[in-house]
């Protein structure tokens, strides 16, 4: 059976590139700071690296699943085969790959299937084909997407009140304006550069916690949260 998710969830979306300063690989720097992360109360990991062999993927996925056992749930975006070599408790699937129908096909019930979403009418179809738990966005302005649009919380109030899939929002959430998002109607928080953009990803991810009011469980619990 797939894992349960907390009731309340705040993820750190992997992205190396922030740790690419054309000198050392970056994947340890971003591992030390996955591992800040969850030890802060992070209770779900998103690796998301486009571009990156799956030899090297799968690497780096074992590595976040050692992080992450029994901490926090652990999920691949896109790639259902690396899910399921390394271990992990879920795919994140955006909104132009395969259904989430057709990952569950392939993955039974052993994986929380994800659907990346862009309106009410994304999260409907994708709560009609099954998805696990949503993440929304792109809520507000962000490096990751530069020059995209931003809708603000509103999307996640139209979400939120159009289906009962658990949603995140994703896209420029900081521990400024993180309470706003779970006010709108989220289950959690997406982010990238609020924790691994930072000298210290441990305080990062609590000061997240704090504000989104998810307190920290002991290590070894983390996913109960």
């Known amino acids: 059976m797939a894992a ?3 009731d ?3 993820c750190v979306v992997t992205d190396r590139t922030i740790f690419d300063t054309g000198g ?14 969850v030890s ?14 799956g ?17 926090a749930l652990f999920v691949v975006n896109e790639r259902v085969d690396i899910a399921i070599a390394a271990g992990a408790d879920g795919v ?54 530069p020059g995209m649009g931003s809708a603000g919380t509103a999307l996640i109030s139209e979400i939120s009140g159009s289906v009962s899939t658990p949603t995140l929002g994703i896209g420029g959430i900081t521990a400024s304006n993180a309470a706003g998002v779970i006010a709108a109607g989220a289950a959690g928080i997406a982010v990238i550069g609020a924790m691994l953009d930072t000298s210290n990803s441990r305080e990062a991810a609590e000061a997240l916690a704090a504000e989104i009011g998810l307190s920290v469980a002991p290590v070894g619990d983390r996913t109960n949260r």
């Not at 990346?116 to 990751?144: C, N, P, W």
């Open 4 to 6: 349960a998710l907390p």
């Open 8 to 10: 309340k969830i705040l």
């Open 24 to 37: 050392a690989p970056p994947e340890p720097r971003l591992i030390d700071a996955v591992r800040g992360a």
């Open 40 to 53: 802060g109360g992070a209770n779900m990991v998103q690796l998301r690296e486009r571009g990156l062999a």
């Open 55 to 71: 030899r090297d993927l799968l690497s780096l996925a074992l590595e976040l699943r050692r992080i992450t056992q029994d901490r």
């Open 92 to 145: 994140q699937l955006g909104e132009q790959s395969m259904s989430v129908s057709a990952a569950k096909y392939v993955c039974g019930d052993h994986l929380l299937i994800g659907r990346s979403v862009h309106d009410m009418y994304g999260a409907q179809d994708a709560e009609r084909d099954g998805a696990d738990f949503l993440i929304a966005g792109t809520i507000f302005a962000s490096k990751s997407h």
